[in-house]
Every structure is written in C-alpha cells, then in structure tokens.
C-alpha cells in the first residue's frame, strides 16, 4: 500500500507541476470568493460590527470546504474524468481494488492540497487580518473530518460510477457542503445539537473552530463523537462504493461513458 | 492452461427489454497460442474479453486465469494484461516512462522493478527515443504500442488485445504484428479480437468466430481455411492455349474459362494436365485456397439463416 501510496504522490506531484496553471487559478479562485464573502458580510454587519472569533470561524470553515473540494475532485471527478478517458478499466485491472485506488491517490493528493490549502489560509489570513491560532491537538479533529469528507466522496463515486455524468449533482454537493462546514451548528439549541454529531463532518468541525478560532483546549468527549461521525461516514461511503462497483460490473458499465 | 472460459453468458435489461449479448461461450488457451475471436458488429467479443478480464459480471458461467477466478481472486489479474478497444488505456498527461512505472506499480511491481522493465520495454518497442514526450503528443501507432507494453509490465501470462490495429496505419499495422508474433514466440496466451480478418490469419494459430453470442466455429486457422478450400487447381499460363491441346484437355473435364486459364476440378488428374501442357511456359500452378474472409463471411451468413 505505501508502494501505491509513493507512486500516487509522484503521479499527483508530477501533474500538480506540469499543469500548474489550473491548480494556481483554483487556488487563486477560492481566495477570491471568499474575500468577496467577506467583503459583501462586512457591508452588511456595517462599519462599527467587529467580527472577531466569528470571523475566524468562518474562515476554519472555509478552509475545510476547499479541502473538501479537493478530496470530492479527486475521487468523485478523478472517477469521471478516467470514465471519459478511458483509462478506469485499466484501473479495475489491477491487483489492487479500486476503493483502495482511489482512497491513496486522495491521500496522496491531500498531502500536496495541504500546501496548497496553506497558501489559500495565509492569503485569507493576510486580507482578512484574522489570528488564527495552530494547535497541534487540531490535527485529531482535521482526521475526523477528512475522514467524512472520504466517505462523502466515494459515496459521490459511486453515483460517478453507476452514472457516468454527475456534474450537476457534484455542483449542487459543493453547496452542502458549504452549508454543513460553514454554519455554527454548535449555536443551534435542544435537539437541533443532537443532529450535529449525526450530519457528516460537522462534530469534527465544531471542535476545529472551538481550537483555532476560539483558543479553547481539545474536548475528548466531543473528539471522540467526532471520530466514531467520522469513521461511520468513511464505512457507508465504503459500502456505497462497493454496491456501486458490483453494479456497474453487472450493467457493464465500467468502459461507457 | 492458461484461460478458461467455461458456459458464459450475459444478457443486459434496458427499459424492460432484454438483450443478450452473449449465449453459451466456452473456449480454453495455453501459453503461446494466439486465438483470433472474430465476429461481426454486437456478436458479443467485446463483452466475452470484459467477462474474461473481471470487469463484467457474468450471469453464469465461470472463468479462469491460470487456477483463479478473476471475479473472486485478484490473483488472477496478475497474469492478466489488457489493452481494450475504444479506450485510451494510458494517462495522456504523463510520458511514456511515466506511464510504464506507474501502471507496473499498480499491477503489483515495486517501482525499482517497474522503472527497469520500462526501460526495456520502451527499447524493445522502438519508443527510448519517445521516453520524455508526453503520450498525447505521441502518434496513434506510438500509443497503441505503448498500451501494449504497459500491458505487458507485469510479465503476464495471458494478454488481451481487443482490435490492437483499429486506426493504425500501414507500418504501425506492421510493428503490432511484429510484436504479438514475439510475444507469443515468448509463451503468452493472446487472444486478439479484430475485424481485418487477413491480421487474424496471418497471427492466428486457432479461430474463434462469433455471432449472436455463440461461438458458431472454432478450430485450428489452417484447418478451418482447408476445410473451406476446394481440391480443385488453377493454372495459369503465359499465352493462349492451342486448339489441339485445348481439345486433350477438355476430354479430362478441364474447364478453359479464358484463353490462358485452366480449371482442373479434379486433383487427380493434375500431372496429366501437366503433360499436356509440356513445355509450354507456365505462369502460376495453385490449388484453391479459401481466405479467412471467404470461411467468415459463409459462416456468418449460414448462422443468420439457421
């Protein structure tokens, strides 16, 4: 696996340069949407409203929706695209099962988004003026969510895989997304708290924003709700994607497009 | 054995109507046999060579690649390589040694070992020269050769090559059929779909035609082609026969279909023709032979009409 993993990275790192262009302009365009998010939230809140940790907040969600994006891209587009291309059956055709292809080039492709998820946080941090802080206790609550954000993904790879065109489904997704990752669930009140550790991604989150933007120390109650959200996520996507391998080998339609 | 596909079949439901692609297959190869799978548009080739290589569920029936099932045991994909029509097959993004290491490492290779077989690999089929270009900037007949030795990084044991020259042109054509030779001559299986059926009949040892699904002949390619050519000779000569010899010749039921033309429908009579003709100037002596074409077409036709 740590074979396929190396060579995962190569393939992504030697695309990452030679197509630059396309991730720096991806990069360049999430900065942009969200400082005009930023600026359009300041016109309304009006000159004297100081955003402070709210603003933070968001900024952690922020960041954690184009991670997000980025693992959605690689597995559910990454399906798509090698549909279109041609090149998904030679995929089947390996050793490997194709879960586990998909889930190490997201991984691979991860550890080269963190760099460049990095550059979009100090470009929202620079504009923003915002002081996040870096614990090193955020990287468990990070695991919980990249967890869901798998299992999101391969759960939308298996619709790629059944259906071939998903962008429609993929673009309404993103907006999901942004909702699940950028709204203060932890502020909702009674049983609406409850659906917090049950909607994906979001208990992982809370605590990300309770650590960075508000300088509170790690619950490990919360974490561990967090991980089992997580891990639950992971396991369905998995499950998701195995019915949908099946099928398609079934329907025969691994090769179409 | 190095396959065996026993019993498959695979129908396909499509807004309530069922189609079947493919009836009652059954066929087995060993290493180093080349078998042509021939068949006319939707005969179900293509079906059967993603049944074989797990990427379609059979209905029933089973197959086998060495001693695994390629729908159960992943083993089997090991001794498998395949190059599939209509498709790609290779990163386009990436160069030539970039593809030969990635895809060695995705059928099991450590990436030192792929990156050597690559190299080898690319000198064996012309491409060194090509290593560093990336395969969108390569001819099609470059491509097609390097799907074919990405194919082969893994060294397996049976090689599927589903329309290998669809698209080529006439020396690129030539290159393929080079290699498949040499990759027979090396002991591995190929099973080869096309529809330029004179390829099949130079590269094939045995034949396997389809239609509707069924395999409808299967044999030997040189038995098959003797068992559809006639005993009859022809021979031509280099100018017009003469009256008194054309009239011998008639009496021994030798058809003179033009001045320089003789039919002999019956073998035995051959040397008595030839003695007759002593010593006239002989241009061509031939026994009829069916083509591949000649004994697909009268199958394919004689399975319609049944």
């Not at chain 1, 790192?13 to 400082?35: C, D, N």
């Not at chain 2, 969108?136 to 990084?153: D, E, H, P, T, W």
């Not at chain 2, 509707?212 to 082609?225: D, K, R, S, V, Y």
Request: some cysteine; overall charge neutral; aromatic content about 8%.
């Amino acid at each position: 696996m740590f074979r396929l993993f190396l060579t995962e990275l190569k393939r992504e790192w030697i695309l990452q340069l030679r197509y630059s262009a396309e991730i720096i302009s991806f990069v360049i365009g999430l900065t942009i949407v969200f400082y005009g998010l930023f600026q359009s939230t300041r016109y309304i809140a009006g000159p004297g409203v100081q955003l402070g940790d709210r603003l933070d907040s968001i900024i952690v969600g922020y960041v954690l929706w184009s991670f997000s994006l980025f693992i959605l891209g690689e597995i559910a587009g990454g399906l798509q695209r090698e549909a279109q291309t041609g090149t998904l059956e030679q995929l089947f055709l390996s050793p490997f099962s194709a879960a586990q292809i998909f889930i190490t080039r997201g991984i691979a492709n991860l550890t080269i988004q963190f760099a460049l998820n990095g550059t979009i946080l100090l470009l929202i941090m620079v504009m923003t003026g915002s002081r996040l802080s870096f614990p090193p206790t955020l990287l468990l609550p990070l695991g919980t969510v990249l967890l869901g954000a798998y299992g999101l993904a391969l759960a939308m790879g298996s619709l790629a895989l059944v259906l071939k065109r998903v962008q429609q489904v993929l673009g309404i997704f993103q907006f999901l997304l942004f909702f699940l990752l950028l709204i203060p669930a932890e502020s909702w009140a009674g049983s609406a708290n409850f659906l917090v550790w049950l909607l994906p991604m979001t208990p992982g989150t809370e605590l990300l924003r309770a650590l960075m933007a508000r300088g509170q120390p790690l619950d490990w109650v919360q974490f561990l709700i967090a991980l089992l959200n997580g891990v639950a996520y992971l396991v369905l996507g998995l499950f998701l994607f195995g019915v949908a391998e099946r099928q398609a080998k079934r329907r025969g339609l691994l090769g179409g497009y | 054995m190095v396959l065996t596909a026993h019993h498959l079949k695979k129908s396909y439901t499509s807004r309530g109507q069922t189609l079947t692609a493919v009836r009652d297959v059954s066929f087995d190869m060993s290493g180093g046999e080349v078998l042509a799978f021939l068949g006319p548009n939707g005969a179900g080739k293509t079906t059967c060579i993603k049944m074989i290589a797990g990427l379609i569920q059979p209905d029933a029936g089973w197959v086998k690649i060495g001693d695994y099932d390629p729908h159960s045991d992943r083993r089997a994909l090991r001794l498998l390589g395949a190059v599939l029509e209509g498709n790609r097959n290779l990163y386009w993004r990436l160069t030539p040694e970039e593809n030969l290491e990635y895809f060695g490492v995705l059928r099991g290779l450590s990436q030192r070992v792929a990156r050597q077989r690559g190299q080898v690999l690319l000198e064996r089929f012309n491409l060194t020269h090509k290593r560093h270009t990336l395969v969108q900037s390569l001819s099609r007949g470059m491509q097609q050769k390097l799907a074919i030795a990405v194919a082969l990084i893994h060294q397996p044991q049976l090689l599927l090559l589903d329309e290998p020259t669809l698209g080529l042109d006439v020396e690129a054509t030539l290159d393929v059929k080079r290699l498949v030779r040499e990759i027979a001559a090396e002991g591995r299986a190929i099973l080869l779909t096309t529809h330029q059926l004179a390829l099949a009949e130079e590269l094939s040892d045995e034949v396997a035609i389809i239609n509707n699904g069924e395999i409808i002949a299967q044999q030997p390619t040189e038995a098959l082609i003797q068992q559809f050519s006639g005993s009859a000779y022809s021979i031509e000569l280099e100018s017009a026969i003469d009256s008194g010899r054309k009239h011998r010749l008639e009496a021994l039921g030798v058809g003179i279909p033009a001045p320089q033309t003789l039919r002999i429908p019956q073998p035995e009579t051959l040397y008595s023709v030839l003695e007759i003709l002593n010593p006239l100037p002989l241009l061509r002596v031939e026994k009829d032979r069916a083509s591949l074409t000649d004994v697909f077409l009268q199958l394919v036709r004689e399975s319609q009409d049944v």
